[in-house]
């Protein structure tokens, strides 16, 4: 039999563990942006994920004694491993090449269509409902996150980082591109983890998404030959180690959450939450990396808190 999961559920358990996933993701992005200025970026993604196959491996084999999920049926498999393939691999190429064309701003205002993208096809394709109050709940929230992601530097002042560059073409191609597999890959983990009996265990479900994601990366590797780089990158200790500690919170915790809320919230208000990693990123920014957060910033914040109590309403 596959293993299940079940969760006693308490008022808003959905959208608590929501916004736990978007803190671990916002903690992960620190460390892989640190490692990545030190190692490059598609360095970075095969150590984390290979990372996290390794931590899968182990905490399936502490609880079952299997390495892999093999009382998955082939439904799950199928659907899980197009949804690590669709997301983790091919989403994530095409969001590193936006980041590097268009700059990140726009290409995370882009990356956040994904919210009402994965809840249209959840409407059309699975036939979830949403209410009036929801919609608008999404439309708010995105708002929010715009009005933080869109923001200028003021002219003829220190922008302390922050950088505004122009749309290409390609760069916004790039960027549809990811936003599309973020919100596909994320509806084809609902489907997969879906059975007659309730959902997949979401840790060993991510699990089956990483192994896709994994062997995609090294036949990536091998057809354009960075194997030679990848052993570089090994020799810098501190960006491995950066690596590793973002794997942990970001796609081990914060992706398995990301399934787990799959159980409550339909694909839409889930993705909704999701999206505002760019928010919770203001902190760091401000304490950590010292950015000036302007009022414009905060103010973003605010409405995006407003669309998710609508929300949760």
């Given at each position: 039999?596959p293993?299940?999961?079940?969760?006693?559920?308490?008022?808003?358990?959905?959208e608590?563990?929501?916004?736990?996933?978007?803190?671990?993701?916002?903690i992960s992005?620190?460390?892989?942006?640190?490692?990545?200025?030190?190692?490059?970026?598609?360095?970075?993604n095969?150590?984390?994920?290979?990372?996290?196959?390794?931590?899968?491996?182990?905490?399936?084999?502490y609880?079952?004694?299997?390495?892999?999920?093999?009382?998955?049926?082939?439904?799950?498999?199928?659907?899980?491993?197009l949804?690590?393939?669709?997301?983790?691999?091919?989403?994530?190429?095409?969001?590193?090449?936006?980041?590097?064309?268009?700059?990140?701003?726009?290409?995370?205002?882009?990356y956040?269509?994904?919210?009402?993208?994965?809840?249209?096809?959840?409407?059309?394709?699975?036939?979830?409902?949403?209410q009036?109050?929801?919609?608008?709940?999404?439309?708010i929230?995105?708002?929010?996150?715009c009005?933080?992601?869109?923001?200028?530097?003021?002219?003829?002042?220190s922008?302390?980082?922050?950088?505004?560059?122009?749309?290409?073409?390609?760069?916004?191609?790039?960027?549809?591109?990811?936003?599309?597999?973020?919100?596909?890959?994320?509806?084809?983990?609902?489907?997969?983890?879906q059975t007659?009996?309730?959902?997949l265990?979401?840790?060993?479900?991510?699990?089956?998404r990483?192994?896709?994601?994994f062997?995609?990366?090294?036949?990536?590797?091998?057809?354009?030959?960075?194997?030679?780089?990848?052993?570089?990158?090994f020799?810098?200790?501190?960006?491995v180690?950066?690596?590793?500690?973002?794997?942990?919170?970001?796609?081990?915790?914060?992706?398995?959450?990301?399934?787990?809320?799959?159980?409550?919230?339909?694909?839409?208000?889930?993705?909704?939450f999701?999206?505002?990693?760019?928010i919770f990123?203001?902190?760091?920014?401000?304490?950590?990396h010292?950015?000036?957060?302007?009022?414009?910033?905060?103010?973003?914040?605010?409405?995006?808190?407003?669309?998710?109590?609508?929300?949760?309403?």
């Open positions: 039999m293993i299940l999961f079940s969760l006693t559920s308490v008022p808003f358990t959905g608590l563990l929501a916004l736990v996933t978007v803190l671990c993701w916002s992005v620190q460390f892989f942006e640190a490692a990545s200025r030190r190692i490059g970026s598609a360095a970075v095969i150590i984390r994920i290979g990372a996290a196959l390794l931590l899968f491996s182990l905490l399936l084999m609880r079952g004694g299997a390495a892999v999920p093999t009382d998955f049926g082939l439904h799950a498999w199928l659907y899980l491993s949804s690590g393939i669709i997301g983790f691999f091919i989403g994530d190429i095409f969001l590193f090449k936006a980041l590097v064309e268009i700059g990140p701003r726009l290409a995370m205002l882009i956040s269509l994904a919210a009402p993208s994965a809840a249209v096809i959840g409407w059309l394709v699975l036939g979830e409902q949403y009036m109050s929801q919609w608008l709940g999404i439309f929230t995105l708002s929010g996150v009005l933080v992601i869109l923001e200028k530097a003021p002219a003829g002042k922008s302390r980082g922050l950088q505004f560059r122009k749309a290409s073409l390609k760069g916004v191609v790039f960027s549809i591109l990811a936003m599309l597999g973020q919100a596909v890959g994320y509806l084809l983990s609902k489907v997969g983890m007659e009996a309730g959902y265990e979401p840790f060993a479900s991510t699990q089956i990483v192994i896709a994601a062997i995609c990366l090294c036949l990536y590797f091998t057809a354009t030959g960075k194997w030679t780089h990848l052993r570089r990158a020799t810098d200790h501190r960006a180690g950066q690596t590793l500690a973002g794997a942990v919170v970001g796609p081990f915790l914060g992706v398995s959450l990301s399934l787990l809320i799959l159980h409550y919230l339909t694909v839409g208000v889930a993705a909704t999701l999206s505002l990693v760019p990123i203001l902190p760091f920014a401000r304490f950590i010292k950015e000036q957060v302007s009022p414009r910033a905060i103010a973003g914040a605010f409405v995006a808190v407003f669309g998710i109590y609508l929300l949760m309403v």
